[in-house]
Protein backbone atom coordinates (compact mmCIF):
# COMPACT_ATOMS: atom_id res chain seq x y z
CA UNK A 1 0.00 0.00 0.00
CA UNK A 2 1.20 3.43 -0.85
CA UNK A 3 1.40 5.96 1.45
CA UNK A 4 -0.09 9.75 1.62
CA UNK A 5 2.36 12.30 0.43
CA UNK A 6 4.67 13.08 3.26
CA UNK A 7 2.84 16.65 4.16
CA UNK A 8 1.16 17.99 7.54
CA UNK A 9 -1.76 18.93 5.17
CA UNK A 10 -4.50 16.13 5.23
CA UNK A 11 -6.02 17.19 1.96
CA UNK A 12 -6.40 13.77 0.08
CA UNK A 13 -7.33 10.98 1.97
CA UNK A 14 -9.56 8.90 0.08
CA UNK A 15 -8.89 8.17 -3.44
CA UNK A 16 -12.13 7.03 -4.52
CA UNK A 17 -13.85 8.75 -7.75
CA UNK A 18 -16.72 10.83 -6.42
CA UNK A 19 -15.35 12.34 -3.35
CA UNK A 20 -16.25 15.30 -2.02
CA UNK A 21 -13.80 17.29 0.01
CA UNK A 22 -13.88 19.84 2.10
CA UNK A 23 -11.23 22.24 3.16
CA UNK A 24 -11.17 24.92 6.09
CA UNK A 25 -8.83 27.21 4.60
CA UNK A 26 -6.08 28.04 7.22
CA UNK A 27 -6.16 31.18 8.37
CA UNK A 28 -9.86 32.11 7.83
CA UNK A 29 -13.51 30.97 8.49
CA UNK A 30 -13.92 29.97 5.13
CA UNK A 31 -14.71 26.24 3.84
CA UNK A 32 -13.60 25.79 0.00
CA UNK A 33 -15.49 22.78 -1.13
CA UNK A 34 -14.11 20.84 -4.31
CA UNK A 35 -16.72 18.55 -6.17
CA UNK A 36 -15.34 15.17 -7.75
CA UNK A 37 -14.65 16.86 -11.20
CA UNK A 38 -12.46 19.35 -9.80
CA UNK A 39 -14.75 22.52 -9.26
CA UNK A 40 -14.89 24.53 -6.58
CA UNK A 41 -16.50 26.76 -4.17
CA UNK A 42 -15.83 28.52 -0.73
CA UNK A 43 -18.82 28.54 1.50
CA UNK A 44 -19.03 30.51 4.97
CA UNK A 45 -20.48 27.28 6.49
CA UNK A 46 -20.84 23.44 6.47
CA UNK A 47 -24.52 23.67 5.34
CA UNK A 48 -23.98 25.98 2.32
CA UNK A 49 -20.88 23.83 1.37
CA UNK A 50 -22.67 20.63 1.44
CA UNK A 51 -25.60 22.10 -0.57
CA UNK A 52 -23.42 23.08 -2.95
CA UNK A 53 -21.26 20.25 -3.39
CA UNK A 54 -24.45 17.67 -2.90
CA UNK A 55 -26.25 20.24 -5.87
CA UNK A 56 -23.03 20.56 -7.93
CA UNK A 57 -22.67 16.89 -9.40
CA UNK A 58 -25.67 16.16 -10.83
CA UNK A 59 -25.93 15.88 -14.49
CA UNK A 60 -22.03 15.37 -14.73
CA UNK A 61 -19.42 12.16 -15.59
CA UNK A 62 -16.88 11.47 -12.77
CA UNK A 63 -13.41 12.05 -13.42
CA UNK A 64 -11.34 8.67 -13.72
CA UNK A 65 -8.55 8.14 -11.17
CA UNK A 66 -6.61 5.97 -12.10
CA UNK A 67 -5.55 4.58 -8.55
CA UNK A 68 -8.01 2.22 -7.00
CA UNK A 69 -9.57 3.52 -3.68
CA UNK A 70 -7.31 2.88 -0.49
CA UNK A 71 -6.79 4.33 2.84
CA UNK A 72 -4.16 5.11 4.41
CA UNK A 73 -4.25 5.68 8.37
CA UNK A 74 -2.73 8.53 10.14
CA UNK A 75 0.81 8.47 8.15
CA UNK A 76 1.28 4.97 9.10
CA UNK A 77 2.03 1.83 6.32
CA UNK A 78 -0.57 -0.46 6.88
CA UNK B 1 -40.60 7.16 10.54
CA UNK B 2 -37.19 5.20 12.50
CA UNK B 3 -33.98 6.62 12.12
CA UNK B 4 -32.43 3.05 12.42
CA UNK B 5 -31.08 1.52 9.34
CA UNK B 6 -31.99 -1.48 8.18
CA UNK B 7 -30.91 -4.13 6.12
CA UNK B 8 -27.54 -3.49 7.66
CA UNK B 9 -24.46 -5.16 9.39
CA UNK B 10 -23.85 -3.63 13.43
CA UNK B 11 -21.83 -5.41 16.36
CA UNK B 12 -24.10 -7.48 18.67
CA UNK B 13 -21.18 -8.49 20.89
CA UNK B 14 -17.60 -8.99 21.56
CA UNK B 15 -16.64 -12.32 20.46
CA UNK B 16 -15.92 -13.20 23.90
CA UNK B 17 -18.76 -12.03 25.67
CA UNK B 18 -20.49 -15.32 23.65
CA UNK B 19 -19.56 -18.77 25.31
CA UNK B 20 -21.66 -21.65 25.69
CA UNK B 21 -24.62 -20.04 27.68
CA UNK B 22 -27.48 -18.73 26.71
CA UNK B 23 -27.00 -14.31 25.90
CA UNK B 24 -29.21 -12.14 24.84
CA UNK B 25 -29.09 -8.27 23.48
CA UNK B 26 -31.30 -6.11 22.04
CA UNK B 27 -29.91 -4.94 18.72
CA UNK B 28 -32.34 -1.92 16.33
CA UNK B 29 -35.42 -3.29 18.95
CA UNK B 30 -35.02 -6.63 18.43
CA UNK B 31 -34.30 -9.05 21.51
CA UNK B 32 -31.81 -11.69 20.08
CA UNK B 33 -30.72 -14.85 21.90
CA UNK B 34 -27.03 -15.88 21.03
CA UNK B 35 -24.36 -18.98 22.06
CA UNK B 36 -21.70 -20.49 21.16
CA UNK B 37 -22.23 -23.69 19.62
CA UNK B 38 -20.09 -26.72 20.94
CA UNK B 39 -18.68 -26.61 16.93
CA UNK B 40 -17.73 -22.86 18.05
CA UNK B 41 -19.52 -21.12 15.65
CA UNK B 42 -21.61 -18.31 17.01
CA UNK B 43 -25.98 -18.21 16.76
CA UNK B 44 -28.11 -15.95 16.64
CA UNK B 45 -32.09 -16.12 16.75
CA UNK B 46 -35.40 -13.97 18.32
CA UNK B 47 -35.00 -14.25 21.97
CA UNK B 48 -39.04 -15.21 22.35
CA UNK B 49 -40.63 -18.27 22.38
CA UNK B 50 -43.03 -18.53 19.84
CA UNK B 51 -45.72 -20.06 21.83
CA UNK B 52 -46.40 -17.59 24.66
CA UNK B 53 -42.88 -15.17 23.91
CA UNK B 54 -41.20 -15.93 27.01
CA UNK B 55 -37.37 -14.73 26.85
CA UNK B 56 -35.74 -17.51 26.20
CA UNK B 57 -32.40 -16.26 27.88
CA UNK B 58 -34.99 -15.87 31.12
CA UNK B 59 -33.94 -18.58 33.57
CA UNK B 60 -35.46 -21.74 34.04
CA UNK B 61 -34.63 -21.23 29.87
CA UNK B 62 -31.68 -23.35 29.69
CA UNK B 63 -28.99 -24.53 26.92
CA UNK B 64 -28.88 -28.16 26.55
CA UNK B 65 -26.63 -29.53 23.89
CA UNK B 66 -26.97 -27.05 21.68
CA UNK B 67 -30.71 -26.77 22.20
CA UNK B 68 -32.24 -24.33 24.35
CA UNK B 69 -35.46 -25.51 26.37
CA UNK B 70 -37.63 -22.77 27.20
CA UNK B 71 -38.07 -22.41 30.28
CA UNK B 72 -41.93 -21.60 30.31
CA UNK B 73 -43.18 -24.26 28.74
CA UNK B 74 -40.46 -26.62 27.34
CA UNK B 75 -40.59 -25.45 23.60
CA UNK B 76 -37.36 -26.86 22.63
CA UNK B 77 -35.27 -24.97 19.41
CA UNK B 78 -32.08 -25.74 17.38
CA UNK B 79 -28.91 -23.48 16.91
CA UNK B 80 -30.49 -22.97 13.60
CA UNK B 81 -34.25 -22.16 15.12
CA UNK B 82 -36.61 -24.39 14.38
CA UNK B 83 -38.35 -25.95 17.12
CA UNK B 84 -37.81 -29.79 17.34
CA UNK B 85 -39.69 -30.70 20.41
CA UNK B 86 -43.33 -29.57 22.22
CA UNK B 87 -45.07 -30.96 25.38
CA UNK B 88 -47.79 -33.41 25.53
CA UNK B 89 -47.62 -34.46 21.49
CA UNK B 90 -45.25 -35.42 19.13
CA UNK B 91 -46.46 -33.55 16.19
CA UNK B 92 -44.46 -30.20 16.04
CA UNK B 93 -46.19 -27.23 14.44
CA UNK B 94 -44.69 -26.46 11.02
CA UNK B 95 -44.30 -22.78 11.92
CA UNK B 96 -42.49 -22.95 15.07
CA UNK B 97 -39.40 -22.08 14.22
CA UNK B 98 -37.64 -18.56 15.56
CA UNK B 99 -36.64 -15.31 13.16
CA UNK B 100 -32.33 -16.53 12.98
CA UNK B 101 -30.17 -13.97 12.13
CA UNK B 102 -27.07 -14.49 9.97
CA UNK B 103 -23.78 -13.45 12.15
CA UNK B 104 -20.15 -12.75 11.07
CA UNK B 105 -17.26 -13.15 13.83
CA UNK B 106 -14.73 -10.95 12.93
CA UNK B 107 -12.18 -8.22 13.86
CA UNK B 108 -13.38 -9.45 17.33
CA UNK B 109 -16.74 -8.58 17.15
CA UNK B 110 -19.67 -10.57 16.12
CA UNK B 111 -21.59 -8.81 13.55
CA UNK B 112 -25.12 -9.52 12.97
CA UNK B 113 -27.39 -8.50 10.01
CA UNK B 114 -30.48 -6.30 10.59
CA UNK B 115 -33.04 -6.48 7.80
CA UNK B 116 -34.15 -8.78 4.80
CA UNK B 117 -31.89 -11.91 4.84
CA UNK B 118 -31.53 -11.76 1.07
CA UNK B 119 -29.63 -8.39 0.88
CA UNK B 120 -26.55 -9.93 3.57
CA UNK B 121 -23.38 -9.65 2.24
CA UNK B 122 -20.56 -10.19 4.71
CA UNK B 123 -18.17 -9.15 2.25
CA UNK B 124 -19.55 -5.58 3.61
CA UNK B 125 -18.65 -5.28 7.35
CA UNK B 126 -16.27 -2.74 7.50
CA UNK B 127 -12.92 -3.74 8.87
CA UNK B 128 -10.93 -3.07 12.14
CA UNK B 129 -7.83 -5.32 11.65
CA UNK B 130 -5.67 -3.81 14.50
CA UNK B 131 -7.96 -5.25 16.91
CA UNK B 132 -7.09 -8.92 16.04
CA UNK B 133 -3.48 -7.88 14.77
CA UNK B 134 -0.16 -9.25 16.69
CA UNK B 135 1.42 -6.07 16.11
CA UNK B 136 -0.84 -4.33 17.99
CA UNK B 137 -2.27 -4.93 21.63
CA UNK B 138 -6.14 -3.79 22.44
CA UNK B 139 -7.98 -2.82 25.48
CA UNK B 140 -11.64 -2.49 25.09
CA UNK B 141 -15.35 -2.31 26.65
CA UNK B 142 -18.93 -0.98 25.77
CA UNK B 143 -20.98 1.44 27.85
CA UNK B 144 -24.42 1.27 27.73
CA UNK B 145 -26.05 4.83 26.16
CA UNK B 146 -29.01 6.08 27.20
CA UNK B 147 -29.53 8.21 23.92
CA UNK B 148 -30.03 7.77 20.44
CA UNK B 149 -27.50 6.55 18.04
CA UNK B 150 -27.04 9.91 16.18
CA UNK B 151 -26.00 11.31 19.37
CA UNK B 152 -22.62 9.62 19.74
CA UNK B 153 -21.90 9.81 15.90
CA UNK B 154 -22.25 13.57 16.30
CA UNK B 155 -20.34 13.37 19.43
CA UNK B 156 -17.67 11.20 17.34
CA UNK B 157 -17.27 13.16 14.24
CA UNK B 158 -16.43 16.12 15.92
CA UNK B 159 -13.45 15.84 18.04
CA UNK B 160 -13.47 19.69 18.67
CA UNK B 161 -15.68 18.24 21.93
CA UNK B 162 -12.48 17.13 23.48
CA UNK B 163 -10.60 20.43 24.55
CA UNK B 164 -14.09 21.17 26.62
CA UNK B 165 -15.51 17.35 27.86
CA UNK B 166 -12.28 15.49 27.69
CA UNK B 167 -9.80 18.35 29.24
CA UNK B 168 -6.93 16.65 31.35
CA UNK B 169 -7.94 13.29 29.45
CA UNK B 170 -7.46 13.77 25.99
CA UNK B 171 -8.52 17.14 24.76
CA UNK B 172 -6.20 20.03 25.02
CA UNK B 173 -6.49 23.70 23.20
CA UNK B 174 -4.81 22.47 19.92
CA UNK B 175 -8.06 20.19 19.39
CA UNK B 176 -10.45 22.62 18.90
CA UNK B 177 -8.09 25.43 17.64
CA UNK B 178 -6.93 23.36 14.42
CA UNK B 179 -9.24 23.51 11.25
CA UNK B 180 -9.86 20.43 9.62
CA UNK B 181 -10.64 18.58 6.35
CA UNK B 182 -13.51 16.51 5.45
CA UNK B 183 -14.20 14.02 2.68
CA UNK B 184 -16.89 12.17 1.75
CA UNK B 185 -16.93 8.69 -0.86
CA UNK B 186 -20.59 8.08 -1.01
CA UNK B 187 -19.91 5.75 -3.44
CA UNK B 188 -17.68 3.55 -0.65
CA UNK B 189 -20.08 4.80 2.23
CA UNK B 190 -16.89 6.63 4.08
CA UNK B 191 -16.64 9.81 5.96
CA UNK B 192 -12.98 11.15 6.85
CA UNK B 193 -12.23 13.92 8.93
CA UNK B 194 -8.54 14.59 9.50
CA UNK B 195 -7.22 17.19 11.92
CA UNK B 196 -3.62 17.20 11.40
CA UNK B 197 -1.97 18.81 14.63
CA UNK B 198 1.94 20.14 13.93
CA UNK B 199 2.69 21.28 17.37
CA UNK B 200 0.61 20.61 20.09
CA UNK B 201 0.42 19.86 24.05
CA UNK B 202 0.76 16.19 24.59
CA UNK B 203 -2.44 15.19 26.51
CA UNK B 204 -1.65 12.89 29.30
CA UNK B 205 -3.43 9.36 27.65
CA UNK B 206 -0.85 9.80 25.29
CA UNK B 207 1.97 11.15 27.79
CA UNK B 208 2.05 8.37 29.69
CA UNK B 209 1.43 5.64 27.41
CA UNK B 210 4.09 6.62 24.85
CA UNK B 211 6.42 8.38 27.01
CA UNK B 212 6.43 11.91 24.71
CA UNK B 213 6.23 14.92 26.71
CA UNK B 214 5.74 18.55 26.12
CA UNK B 215 5.08 19.65 22.20
CA UNK B 216 3.99 16.63 19.58
CA UNK B 217 2.52 16.04 16.26
CA UNK B 218 -0.89 14.70 16.62
CA UNK B 219 -2.64 13.43 13.63
CA UNK B 220 -6.45 12.39 13.87
CA UNK B 221 -8.20 10.53 11.25
CA UNK B 222 -11.42 9.85 11.25
CA UNK B 223 -12.75 6.42 8.83
CA UNK B 224 -16.54 6.33 9.42
CA UNK B 225 -18.49 3.49 7.83
CA UNK B 226 -22.49 4.23 8.55
CA UNK B 227 -23.91 2.90 10.33
CA UNK B 228 -21.77 1.44 13.01
CA UNK B 229 -18.03 1.42 12.15
CA UNK B 230 -15.98 4.14 13.35
CA UNK B 231 -12.59 4.35 13.50
CA UNK B 232 -9.78 6.85 14.67
CA UNK B 233 -6.66 6.56 13.48
CA UNK B 234 -4.12 8.66 15.84
CA UNK B 235 -0.87 9.21 14.95
CA UNK B 236 1.24 10.73 17.59
CA UNK B 237 4.94 11.96 17.26
CA UNK B 238 7.51 14.04 18.30
CA UNK B 239 8.14 17.41 16.67
CA UNK B 240 8.45 17.16 13.11
CA UNK B 241 8.83 13.94 12.50
CA UNK B 242 6.73 12.69 9.27
CA UNK B 243 5.98 9.06 8.15
CA UNK B 244 8.86 8.08 5.05
CA UNK B 245 8.36 8.14 1.97
CA UNK B 246 7.73 4.69 1.53
CA UNK B 247 4.54 4.89 3.80
CA UNK B 248 7.04 3.74 6.89
CA UNK B 249 6.49 5.77 9.85
CA UNK B 250 8.89 3.88 13.02
CA UNK B 251 9.30 6.77 14.88
CA UNK B 252 5.68 7.49 15.80
CA UNK B 253 3.37 6.10 18.04
CA UNK B 254 -0.21 4.40 16.03
CA UNK B 255 -3.62 4.19 18.22
CA UNK B 256 -6.73 2.60 16.21
CA UNK B 257 -9.38 3.84 18.78
CA UNK B 258 -12.28 2.06 17.15
CA UNK B 259 -16.00 2.59 17.86
CA UNK B 260 -19.38 0.07 17.22
CA UNK B 261 -22.42 2.41 17.68
CA UNK B 262 -25.30 0.13 17.69
CA UNK B 263 -28.67 1.19 18.09
CA UNK B 264 -30.29 -1.05 20.99
CA UNK B 265 -34.15 0.52 20.68
CA UNK B 266 -34.87 4.35 19.44
CA UNK B 267 -33.32 6.29 22.34
CA UNK B 268 -30.63 3.74 23.26
CA UNK B 269 -27.05 2.59 21.94
CA UNK B 270 -24.36 0.16 22.70
CA UNK B 271 -21.40 2.07 22.48
CA UNK B 272 -18.34 -0.29 21.96
CA UNK B 273 -15.12 1.10 22.20
CA UNK B 274 -11.37 -0.44 21.59
CA UNK B 275 -7.92 1.21 21.69
CA UNK B 276 -5.26 -0.58 19.71
CA UNK B 277 -2.00 0.37 19.98
CA UNK B 278 1.58 -0.45 18.06
CA UNK B 279 4.04 -0.13 21.07
CA UNK B 280 4.57 -1.21 24.25
CA UNK B 281 3.00 -4.45 23.42
CA UNK B 282 3.70 -6.42 26.67
CA UNK B 283 2.94 -3.57 29.00
CA UNK B 284 -0.22 -4.82 30.97
CA UNK B 285 0.40 -1.58 32.90
CA UNK B 286 0.08 0.88 29.35
CA UNK B 287 -2.76 -1.47 28.74
CA UNK B 288 -4.54 -0.81 32.26
CA UNK B 289 -3.70 2.69 32.11
CA UNK B 290 -5.51 3.15 28.80
CA UNK B 291 -8.34 1.07 29.28
CA UNK B 292 -9.41 2.82 32.64
CA UNK B 293 -8.49 6.63 30.69
CA UNK B 294 -10.41 4.99 27.26
CA UNK B 295 -13.33 4.05 29.46
CA UNK B 296 -13.31 7.43 31.83
CA UNK B 297 -13.62 9.81 28.96
CA UNK B 298 -16.67 7.20 26.93
CA UNK B 299 -18.38 7.49 30.39
CA UNK B 300 -18.12 11.29 30.45
CA UNK B 301 -20.08 11.39 26.67
CA UNK B 302 -22.36 8.79 27.72
CA UNK B 303 -23.14 11.11 30.64
CA UNK B 304 -23.73 13.76 28.42
CA UNK B 305 -25.36 12.50 25.94
CA UNK B 306 -27.89 10.70 28.03
CA UNK B 307 -28.55 14.24 29.40
CA UNK B 308 -28.74 15.33 25.58
CA UNK B 309 -31.14 12.90 24.65
CA UNK B 310 -33.36 13.76 27.92
CA UNK B 311 -33.13 17.26 26.32
CA UNK B 312 -34.21 16.52 22.84
CA UNK B 313 -37.09 13.88 23.71
CA UNK B 314 -38.83 16.69 26.18
CA UNK B 315 -38.11 19.86 23.63
CA UNK B 316 -40.77 20.64 20.65
CA UNK B 317 -40.20 19.50 17.58
CA UNK B 318 -38.83 21.56 14.92
CA UNK B 319 -35.94 23.04 17.15
CA UNK B 320 -33.54 24.54 14.71
CA UNK B 321 -29.65 23.62 15.54
CA UNK B 322 -27.04 26.19 14.55
CA UNK B 323 -23.64 24.65 12.93
CA UNK B 324 -20.60 25.65 12.13
CA UNK B 325 -17.70 24.55 10.75
CA UNK B 326 -16.31 21.78 13.26
CA UNK B 327 -19.69 20.07 11.79
CA UNK B 328 -18.96 19.34 8.37
CA UNK B 329 -17.98 16.00 8.90
CA UNK B 330 -21.22 15.42 11.79
CA UNK B 331 -23.38 16.81 9.04
CA UNK B 332 -22.36 14.15 5.97
CA UNK B 333 -22.60 11.08 8.87
CA UNK B 334 -26.25 12.56 9.34
CA UNK B 335 -26.87 12.95 5.82
CA UNK B 336 -25.81 9.43 5.01
CA UNK B 337 -27.53 8.26 7.97
CA UNK B 338 -30.61 9.47 7.02
CA UNK B 339 -30.06 8.31 3.35
CA UNK B 340 -29.85 4.62 4.42
CA UNK B 341 -32.88 5.07 7.03
CA UNK B 342 -34.88 5.97 3.82
CA UNK B 343 -35.22 9.89 5.78
CA UNK B 344 -35.41 12.85 4.26
CA UNK B 345 -31.31 13.64 4.13
CA UNK B 346 -32.24 17.69 4.38
CA UNK B 347 -34.96 17.38 7.11
CA UNK B 348 -31.96 15.34 9.04
CA UNK B 349 -28.82 17.68 8.31
CA UNK B 350 -31.11 20.96 10.22
CA UNK B 351 -32.06 18.43 12.87
CA UNK B 352 -31.91 14.69 13.46
Not at chain 2, 115 to 120: L, M, N, R, T, Y
Not at chain 2, 157 to 171: A, P, Q, R, V
Not at chain 2, 275 to 291: K, M, N
Request: with cysteine; hydrophobic share 40%; charged share 20%.
Amino acid sequence: MTAMEPTMEPTRMLAGREVLRVVWLPGSDLLLGTCHCGATHVAEGPIEVWEWLLAHPIGHTPQDVPDPAFLTGAGAAR
Amino acid sequence: MSSIPRDQWYVAAYGHEIGQELFSRTVCGESILFWRTRAGTVTAMSDRCVHRRFPLSESPSRLVDDQVVCGYHGFTYGADGVCVAVPGQTRVPRTARLKSYQVVEQDSFVWIWIGDPAKADPARIPRAPWLVSPDYTTVCGMEPLKARFGLLVDNLLDLSHETYLHGGYIGTPEVAATPITTEVDEEAGIVYVSRHMDDAECPPFYAKSTGLTGRIMRWQDIEYTPPCLYKLHSRIAPLGVLPNADGSDPDAFHVEVVYAITPETEHTTHDFWAVARDFALDDQGVSDFLAEQNRTVVLQDVAALDVLEQVIATEPAGYQELSINIDTGGLAARRMLAKLAGQNAATAASRS
